[in-house]
């Protein structure tokens, strides 16, 4: 009698197959996963589990004078941030016995390909979409870096996380094709003698050049700014801020203005860009308007109104320290799965290191297969980021 795929042990020898070739398109296209702090993987745990990354305070040096009794310690209050296990995504899937057979015989069909690619793409964006938290900005709204022909894009976002105190290793940027495309212009980005090697040249591999892993993604995703950014719309501060605050209360000259989560705001005077933390509308008679980080330099609106500038909507290609932003991935169950009909499988990506898993079953004249993952991500430290907008 002859065997089909789907019987017997033949089942369990086409899963392999679906994971390594599956694997192979996660490989190419998970670029954010690769590139942020991973190191909470081990304490992952089920959907809905939390993680607190613990995040230090700040410490004063203090003088050391010698007496018979010690000085008081001054209290530490360190803070922490919730990463929650709570995104469990699927991309499912159905092949024929005729492309089963096509799998035993090396052939990846075209669907699983784009299955995997739908994870991996998934995980690239949801990790990309935490931007919005991120108050550090330069570049020019609608203008792709490096257009000016010069690598002062590159120092403008060194000088932003060097004053914002970011370690100098493990530097990247993530930007989109235009602005590698503007990039591989430069004699900066070409020479081997700006990194060691030549391979942006030969095979436009851009490698570490200038303080930073330079990485493009077509996932890089625009913010759309609030009708207050629109030109003509005068937005002001009207009550008096100090250092630290972070709510101000705005308002418009006319009618009413929207903010929304991740717009950019500044205020006359001081150089520091702040990001709004929640979505409001303004009007004439002022509105309380949260930001991040708090007030570096003292606001006063009370007497005369301070001039607010709110960016335009932008494409967010980021510059940032590994630890800005926290990724656990953990494996799913593969237990019972023989006792509920199917074959369930995991596997670990040796580059990008998600961890995926295959879940087969037999449905009416055909075979379902799934692939899902588990993962939380948390903007942990935003002073360790910088938007280049273009």
Not at 171 to 191: C, G, I, K, M
Not at 331 to 350: C, R, T, W
């Amino acid at each position: 009698m002859k065997s089909y795929p789907h019987v017997g042990n033949s089942l369990t020898e086409v899963v392999p197959q679906l994971l390594a070739q599956g694997l192979m398109a996660l490989r190419e296209n998970a670029i954010m996963p690769r590139l942020v702090n991973r190191g909470f993987n081990r304490l992952a745990g089920d959907k809905g589990s939390t993680i607190d990354i613990p995040i230090p305070s700040a410490i004063t040096a203090q003088p050391v004078t010698a007496a018979n009794t010690p000085p008081s310690t001054a209290s530490v209050s360190p803070t922490s941030v919730s990463l929650t296990m709570d995104q469990w995504v699927e991309a499912p899937f159905y092949l024929s016995d005729k492309e089963l057979q096509e799998v035993m015989s090396g052939t990846i069909p075209m669907q699983a390909s784009e299955a995997v690619k739908a994870i991996a793409n998934n995980v690239d964006n949801y990790l990309l979409a935490l931007y919005t938290g991120i108050y550090g900005y330069t570049g020019t709204a609608g203008t792709a870096p490096f257009s000016s022909a010069t690598t002062s894009d590159a120092t403008a976002v060194r000088k932003i996380l060097n004053n914002q105190l970011a370690p100098l290793g493990d530097r990247r940027v993530v930007f989109d094709p235009d602005a590698e495309a503007n990039a591989l212009d430069l004699r900066a980005f070409q020479d081997g003698s700006y990194s060691g090697s030549f391979e942006a040249l030969t095979e436009g591999n851009l490698n570490r050049k200038l303080g930073f892993d330079w990485f493009m993604n077509q996932n890089v995703t625009t913010h759309t700014a609030g009708t207050a950014s629109v030109s003509g719309v005068t937005v002001t501060c009207i009550d008096a801020n100090v250092v630290g605050d972070t709510t101000v209360t705005l308002d418009v000259a006319t009618s009413t203005a929207t903010l929304v989560a991740g717009d950019i705001i500044s205020f006359a005077g001081h150089d520091q860009t702040y990001a709004v933390s929640t979505a409001v509308t303004l009007d004439e008679t002022g509105v309380a308007v949260t930001i991040t980080p708090g007030l570096t330099t003292a606001v006063d609106g009370s007497g005369a109104a301070v001039a607010v500038t709110v960016k335009e909507s932008h494409v967010v290609n980021l510059a940032f320290h590994r630890d800005a932003i926290a990724f656990a991935n953990r494996p799913l169950s593969e237990n019972n799965a023989d006792q509920l009909g199917s074959v369930i499988q995991s596997a670990v990506d040796p580059v990008s290191g998600l961890v995926l898993r295959l879940e087969v079953s037999r449905e009416h004249k055909r075979t379902r297969y799934s692939y899902d993952i588990l993962y939380g991500a948390q903007l942990v430290r935003a002073q360790l980021a910088v938007r280049l907008a273009g």
